[in-house]
């Protein structure tokens, strides 16, 4: 079960690289068909630098985890993983609640499944 949970905060991770990637330097592409209906095609451009600094925090969230992932210390590294996985299955949490349903299955659930199998495995 150990390994299933350093894949999955992998996977995590990843995503929110892709999600920093698409926020931080393809708002107005990626963005614009990520969130196709969400918000008005002419917003992508004046909102862009806001875009920029959620993308930053995602990558923030991404280096939390995959630090997590090279501490030696076992309880040090469920700590730092519980964390920011708990910080992960916030944002999806809150980014359900106030911009798309689609975020709590492609944000939150992942992170929050992830979550439970970390604290199972101390």
């Not at 390994?3 to 929110?16: G, K, R, T």
């Not at 926020?23 to 095609?41: I, N, V, Y």
């Not at 030696?72 to 359900?96: H, K, M």
Request: include cysteine; charged fraction near 10%.
């Amino acid at each position: 079960m150990k390994v299933i949970s350093i894949i999955l905060i992998a996977i995590v991770a990843i995503e929110h690289i892709y999600i920093m990637y698409m926020e931080m330097f393809a708002w107005e592409t990626l963005g614009r068909k990520t969130f196709k209906g969400a918000l008005p095609d002419e917003l992508f451009t004046p909102t862009k630098s806001l875009a920029a600094n959620q993308g930053l925090y995602n990558g923030f969230l991404a280096a939390g985890l995959i630090w997590s992932l090279f501490i030696d210390n076992a309880e040090w590294s469920s700590n730092v993983a519980i964390f920011f996985l708990a910080c992960v299955a916030v944002a999806g949490l809150y980014g359900a609640a106030t911009a798309s349903k689609k975020i709590l299955f492609v944000q939150a659930l992942p992170a929050i499944i992830t979550l439970i199998l970390v604290i199972l495995t101390r």
